[in-house]
């Protein structure tokens, strides 16, 4: 009986959470994650401080002529025929967009 409404009760609070956090900007925990990814993953190839190597700078001013919608589409689906991959299966819709957000503003990761 209890292990019944503990089931009940987990799936209505993750029902909650699901929906609270579709629009909102990602948990100030998850956003240190994909800080610590754009340094480390994104790094790899735009270059630790993001000013560019395999691929193009991700500054402000390189960006400046892109969307915030394309470039969030550009992390989630990757550019085929290029070595930029798609992040789909690490990075929510909502966290791409936070990301692109944050490159069009300059960050230091
Ligand atoms: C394996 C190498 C590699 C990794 C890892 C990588 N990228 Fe890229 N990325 C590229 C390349 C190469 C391009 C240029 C593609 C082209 O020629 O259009 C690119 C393009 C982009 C662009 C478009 C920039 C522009 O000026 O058009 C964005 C935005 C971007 N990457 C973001 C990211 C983010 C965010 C991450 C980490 C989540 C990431 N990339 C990880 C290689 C990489």
Do not use: V
């Given at each position: 009986m209890i292990r019944v409404d503990l089931t009940i009760l987990v799936a209505i609070t993750l029902a909650i959470c699901h929906t609270a956090s579709?629009?909102?900007?990602?948990a100030s925990s998850r956003q240190a994650e994909l800080m610590y990814l754009l340094k480390h993953d994104c790094g790899s190839c735009h270059g630790m401080r993001l000013?560019?190597?395999?691929?193009?700078a991700l500054n402000p001013q390189q960006l400046q002529p892109l969307s915030i919608e394309t470039l969030s589409m550009t992390i989630l689906?990757?550019?085929?025929?290029?070595?930029?991959?798609?992040w789909k299966p690490f990075l929510s819709q909502e966290e791409a967009w936070w990301l692109a957000s944050q490159l069009k503003q300059g960050i230091q990761p």
């Open positions: 579709a629009s909102a900007e990602p000013e560019g190597g395999l691929g193009p689906h990757g550019r085929p025929g290029t070595p930029m991959p798609p």
